[in-house]
């Protein structure tokens, strides 16, 4: 428990630093300031699994699967991975709610940062159930393998992103139903006050828009961590820092995401591999170092093939 309220307690003196030090006053975040702190996030999160190897060897946090230091750490770095990797759905959509709701560039950093408060706590809350779920009824495991199966091939045929309309959104309708809605932003307030009441902004609206969409990319991304451990403190912590990344990583990628438009098939790999991990988990043992090795690749390899088709491109243009 100490550990857990430790890490916690990390969580929130990372937070409270962003907001109250680093982006006290609203501004415009560069892709050089975006990219810096991307680089920070990602090797915050590598440095991690230094923290997990010494607390798996230390028995300082329950482990439940009985996992050596090292498996443990391999098990957070892939966990992480596939995190990361399944949070560029997430920038896609936000890019698309922010330009939907007109949100001013130097208030977009605000409406992150309280939306990653509420995916910490609904991711928190989905992971405790789904672990919980899935050790009680073993047979949920075959369910979630081919969920995240279904997903991987409804990637592949659809793309409901470019479809995705936020203001014709049930989340948007259902809200104006309870509260009135104004188009008018007055700095970085989520609220006006008028004579009948309080009244949301488009960055309130945006924000509420963005927790709905985060619970349900969550869906995917829980049960595919879940492939790879069940070891609560791994799967949480692993998704933790994906989520804390996400910001920065959205201002880096934001107006760069044509330039990686492959990656989805690196996505469309990643949660097909998981997928058939979780069905096959009874017939088939996948090495730590395979899965983690198969993502990567995976990533990479999106990457790459992404850059060289935007080179070409630009070249032919």
Do not use: C
Not at 40 to 56: D, E, P, Q
Not at 187 to 198: Q, V
Not at 244 to 249: A, C, E, I, P
């Amino acid at each position: 428990m100490i550990v857990w309220i430790s890490f916690l307690l990390v969580v929130v003196l990372f937070l409270a630093l962003d907001l109250g030090i680093f982006n006290k006053n609203p501004h415009i975040i560069s892709t050089k300031e975006a990219s810096m702190w991307t680089g920070i996030w990602v090797a915050l999160s590598f440095a991690f699994s230094g923290v997990i190897y010494w607390l798996y060897q230390n028995h300082y946090v329950d482990n439940p699967d009985s996992l050596k230091p090292a498996a443990a750490t391999m098990k957070y770095i892939t966990g992480y991975l596939i995190e990361l990797s399944l949070s560029i759905d997430n920038i896609f959509v936000i890019a698309v709610i922010f330009a939907s709701f007109k949100i001013p560039q130097k208030y977009q950093h605000r409406v992150l940062f309280w939306g990653i408060l509420g995916a910490i706590v609904f991711r928190g809350l989905m992971i405790f159930f789904g672990v919980m779920i899935i050790n009680k009824f073993s047979w949920t495991t075959y369910l979630f393998g081919a969920f995240l199966i279904f997903t991987a091939i409804k990637m592949l045929f659809t793309n409901d992103e470019e479809n995705f309309e936020p203001k014709e959104s049930f989340v948007y309708k259902a809200l104006g139903k309870i509260m009135p809605i104004t188009s008018e932003i007055n700095g970085e307030k989520f609220f006006l006050k008028s004579e009948k009441g309080k009244i949301a902004t488009p960055l309130f609206v945006a924000l509420i828009v963005i927790e709905v969409m985060d619970v349900l990319f969550a869906v995917d991304s829980v049960p595919a961590i879940l492939a790879i451990t069940k070891d609560p403190f791994l799967v949480f912590s692993s998704n933790i820092f994906a989520i804390l990344g996400l910001r920065s990583m959205y201002f880096f990628l934001a107006n760069m995401l044509e330039k990686f438009s492959y990656l989805e098939y690196s996505l469309i790999a990643i949660l097909s591999f998981v997928g058939l991990k979780m069905l096959l988990h009874h017939y088939i043992e996948v090495p730590e170092w395979a899965s983690l090795g198969f993502i990567a690749l995976s990533l990479i390899v999106g990457v790459l093939v992404s850059l060289q088709k935007s080179k070409n491109t630009d070249i032919t243009e």
